[in-house]
């Protein structure tokens, strides 16, 4: 398995954002920048449909093996590539520092598969909580679990 992961490693690392990606378009002057980040604002509060992941970064959600398949020193190698990448994209990862790494995992193939909005100027950082821990995603890793306001 160990050589699968590490040509997984080497595919995750040829995804990152291409230098050129946003110079493929003409030069923007500082108020057409402007505009456009205002579009991509106003897509984003709007909810407006979007592209999976995988559209933008060109892995496939089949390529990557079940967690229970992966040693937790493979799960770290893939995960920590992957993350590596999504910042080429300009997202980010905010998990709990106690987070365990099937989980991580776990998350970050919902990203690849869900619908994601790429930023030219800004970052958009995935936290995974919802605010409330009842019904969050992390579970028993929710931080607002950890929070002096949160009272069960």
């Not at 595919?11 to 108020?31: G, M, W």
């Not at 992957?82 to 989980?103: C, G, H, I, K, T």
């Amino acid at each position: 398995m160990q050589a699968y992961i590490n040509f997984l490693v080497e595919d995750i690392v040829a995804a990152h954002r291409p230098q050129d990606y946003y110079s493929k378009s003409s030069k923007n002057s500082e108020d057409e920048d402007l505009e456009e980040s205002l579009r991509d604002s106003e897509m984003f509060v709007s909810q407006e449909k979007r592209t999976g992941f995988e559209g933008y970064c060109g892995l496939k959600r089949e390529s990557f093996p079940p967690k229970e398949q992966l040693s937790e020193d493979q799960l770290i190698q893939v995960t920590t590539a992957f993350v590596s990448m999504m910042n080429s994209w300009n997202l980010e990862v905010a998990f709990p520092d106690d987070l365990p790494q099937p989980r991580r995992y776990e998350l970050l193939m919902d990203i690849l598969v869900g619908p994601v909005m790429i930023f030219k100027h800004g970052i958009y950082c995935f936290d995974f909580c919802t605010g409330n821990p009842e019904g969050c995603e992390l579970g028993e890793y929710c931080p607002c679990l950890k929070s002096e306001y949160y009272t069960p």
